[in-house]
């Protein structure tokens, strides 16, 4: 067994006495996508005027509980973002910032890793429960002293594996952050961060600065164990017969389709139990999609495996791709992946690092010889926070283009 399996694996044990073997059809369970249920809190919902607002208007704001991290102010603000189809969305990031901290202090967009379904998983509400396990980049991310804002980059649908949604939200983000006057960071060095699904968001955002937000100057990038390739992961996950990792791989499935329910038909493609078993993950966390997902497979869930290969299929996950997307960053970027990283293949990562180089990007480029994925992360953020205090400082960026 490699040693993504026994993570994966350890990861699901203690959830898998909450798991019944054999999943039943649920009576609601229908071809059109699986949405997750609404938060009650009314706070996440969209005002009746936000098609006249632009991206990145604060919608609204309140404070949050401060018990997690004592020495620091919380702040929560709802704004005005876009999806995928270019229609206005509400977004929400939390701000975490010293007590009595000057004005125009640094500030780090941190995208958590969020590999889930349900709201109640996203960082504004699971920051607060212990659900976000994000345990190396967010504690030295705030050890820094800097304010930093963790986006609920997968969206108001919680929409997992929409990649190009993560970094539109992230940039508006970061607008948000600077216009809210209570907050006094207009004029901060703003920098991103984030691994595995955390730094997906980062680097679409990255790649997306130039042209979707090119008021947001971005004075460094540290992003790690990117999924540059949804295509290339999908295969790699969803063809092999009970993969450890079979439950993330349908989940960002179910995500994508929320984001594209018109383009990715996922539903008219499953078997009854795998309408039963989207039905079942729809409002769930990382750990419970892992341990579920040990019990499935692609044979089992869908009517045929040339599920992935239908062109609509590819087609989408091809738009949520890094290494397809032509987008260069203009910000120094500071990029690290594990060379042999079973989850998220090298190969793609190494493709758009040479491809960022070819264009003239300034970018740090590490390849780690490193299988784990989540060692992966422990290895490299002490060199991927150095680098960001380096911008902050303002000292050149390296390159090793």
């Known amino acids: 067994m490699t040693s993504l399996a026994r993570r994966l694996l350890a990861a699901a044990a203690l959830a898998l006495t909450a798991v019944v073997a054999g999943t039943a059809l649920p009576a609601t369970a229908t071809a059109a996508p699986a949405y997750p249920a609404p938060l009650p809190d009314p706070f996440y919902s969209a005002p009746p005027d936000i098609a006249s607002k632009a991206p990145g208007d604060i919608l609204a704001t309140r404070r949050a509980d401060t018990w997690l991290v004592p020495g620091n102010e919380v702040w929560q603000i709802k704004y ?6 270019g229609e206005p969305i509400p977004a ?3 701000v975490i910032k010293p007590v009595n901290a000057p004005a125009d202090m640094p500030v780090l967009s941190y995208q958590a890793i969020v590999n889930s379904l349900g709201m109640r998983c996203a960082p504004s509400a699971a920051l607060f429960t212990g659900e976000i396990k994000d345990v190396f980049g967010l504690p030295l991310a705030l050890a820094q002293g800097w304010a930093v804002a963790i986006p609920d980059h997968l969206g108001p649908q919680s929409a997992y594996g929409a990649a190009k949604l993560g970094g539109m939200i992230t940039l508006d983000g970061v607008r948000a952050v600077k216009r809210l006057p209570e907050l006094r960071l207009s004029n901060s060095p703003v920098a991103l961060a984030g691994y595995s699904g955390g730094g997906m968001a980062t680097a679409w955002a990255a790649a997306l600065n130039p042209t979707y937000a090119p008021d947001v100057r971005l004075v460094g990038v540290a992003q790690g164990g990117i999924p540059a390739d949804i295509e290339l ?13 079979f439950g993330l791989g349908f989940a960002a499935a179910i995500g994508l389709e929320r984001e594209y329910p018109d383009r990715l038909p996922i ?24 341990a579920k997902g040990l019990l499935h497979s692609v044979t089992e869930v869908a009517k045929s495996t040339s599920l992935i290969d239908d062109e609509r299929t590819r087609a989408v996950m091809r738009e949520n791709s890094l290494v ?13 992946q594990g060379t042999t990283d079973e989850l998220t293949p090298y190969r793609s990562v190494a493709a ?30 002490p060199e991927a926070f150095t680098y960001l205090k380096d911008r902050f400082a303002g000292l050149p960026a390296p390159t090793n283009c």
């Open 352 to 381: 758009t690092a040479e491809r960022y180089c070819r264009a003239g990007a300034t970018l740090m480029f590490r390849g780690y010889p490193i299988a784990e994925h989540m060692t992966n992360a422990v290895v490299g953020l």
């Open 80 to 85: 005005r973002s876009t999806n995928s189809a």
């Open 267 to 290: 539903g008219d493609q499953l078997t009854p139990s795998g309408l039963g078993f989207r039905e079942e993950l729809k409002d769930e966390c990382r750990t419970m999609i892992i």
């Open 233 to 245: 992961m999908a295969r790699g996950l969803g063809l092999a017969d009970r993969h450890p990792g």
């Open 324 to 336: 397809d997307y032509p987008g260069v960053p203009t910000a120094p970027v500071f990029m690290w």
């Open 92 to 94: 929400v990031t939390t």
